[in-house]
Structure formats: structure tokens, C-alpha cells
Nanobody, 114 residues
């Protein structure tokens, strides 16, 4: 399974970005998919994720600002990020879990300037 992320970049505080993650390979069924992030010197943390059953979990820090969505026909997950803050600056990683397999993307940098 391979995950390819896109959509990161530099944006001013208050701006928006949309991340995409496309999964390819041997994926049977509907996987759990979502986004984590890691800022310098900090552990990786959950941002937003879909369970395989379709339920959504958001980090408290992004609720009301970020929206996760998915296209199961394309095994693609999106993260719409609005009202970005400097503290959202991090490398954002796509995550997929199915069966006993856990997979990560290479990460995409999101930088929010004040």
C-alpha cells in the first residue's frame, strides 16, 4: 500500500489549505484513513480520522476549523483546513489502517506565518 500526499505549503494566519492523500495498492474493503501531524520537537498527534465504519474523530485543537472527507471509490482522503494558525505548522502525515497493516505517507509540510 502506498500513500501519496499533496496540498501542503505556506499560508498566512487565517488562510486555508486543502490536503489530499491517495492510497494505492492491495486494499480490500474500506480502510481507516486520516491525518496526523508532527511539529518540531513534539510527538506525532492525531488531527482527524475516519474509522473503517465511517465515524470521524477530530482533535480538539482543530474542531470547527478543519474538515475531513473521503472518496471511497478512489481511496482518497482530504483535509480542508480553514482559519489556520501558526500553531498548526507541522508536517502532516496521511495514515491508513486495514486488517493488521498500518501505513504512513511521506508527509507534507504546512507552514502558517503570523
Amino acid at each position: 500500500v502506498q500513500l501519496v500526499e499533496s496540498g501542503g505549503g505556506l499560508v498566512q494566519a487565517g488562510g486555508s489549505l486543502r490536503l489530499s492523500c491517495a492510497a494505492s495498492g492491495s486494499i480490500f474493503g474500506i480502510p481507516a484513513m486520516g491525518w496526523y501531524r508532527q511539529a518540531p520537537g513534539k510527538p506525532r498527534e492525531l488531527v482527524a480520522t475516519f474509522s473503517s465504519g465511517g465515524s470521524i474523530t477530530y482533535s480538539d485543537s482543530v474542531k470547527g476549523r478543519f474538515t475531513i472527507s473521503r472518496d471511497n471509490t478512489k481511496n482518497t482522503v482530504y483535509l480542508q483546513m480553514n482559519s489556520l494558525r501558526p500553531e498548526d505548522t507541522a508536517v502532516y502525515f496521511c495514515h491508513l489502517a486495514i486488517g493488521f497493516g498500518v501505513y504512513w505517507g511521506q508527509g507534507t509540510q504546512v507552514t502558517v506565518s503570523s
